[in-house]
């Protein structure tokens, strides 16, 4: 399969399609384990790896369109549209890029998120520090 850097420039569709050959997959490694048909058995291993990638790249994404999303110049700029987003893993800035379009496909807002902001753990420390700002910088163009 593909190394973390293919799968994430794969679109969304595309991930969901391979997430479900993995899937697939697995189930018959498994299904030949244990019939005792399975001749490499670090296959399984290594689908269940490729299996947690894709999900965890589906799920960042999730997580960068929220965080841009809840950015208040972004909100107020998308919510009176139907938009859909693109998004994509810039490695020199070490950050998500989310680009908000309307329905037409014209750009309405641009993000560029840092998933990668230490968290607060506990209540205590959220009230201490408070969120991290997650959004590096944006633009609203439309």
Known sequence: ???????REM???????QLEI???????LRFQKA??????TSRVRQVRREIAQMKEVLHKRRLAVDAAASQPEIAEAISDENWQTQTRYIY????????????SGS???TAMV????KRPRNKKQYERKGSPQLVKSFEVTG
Do not use: T
């Open 1 to 7: 399969m593909a190394h973390i850097v293919e799968i």
């Open 92 to 103: 020199e800035d070490a950050a998500w890029e989310v680009v908000f379009l309307d329905g």
């Open 107 to 109: 750009e309405i807002a």
């Open 114 to 117: 840092n998933l990668n902001q």
């Open 11 to 17: 679109s969304d569709d595309q991930l969901q399609e």
């Open 35 to 40: 019939s005792a048909r399975l001749e490499d």
């Open 22 to 28: 993995a899937r697939e997959e697995l189930f018959n």
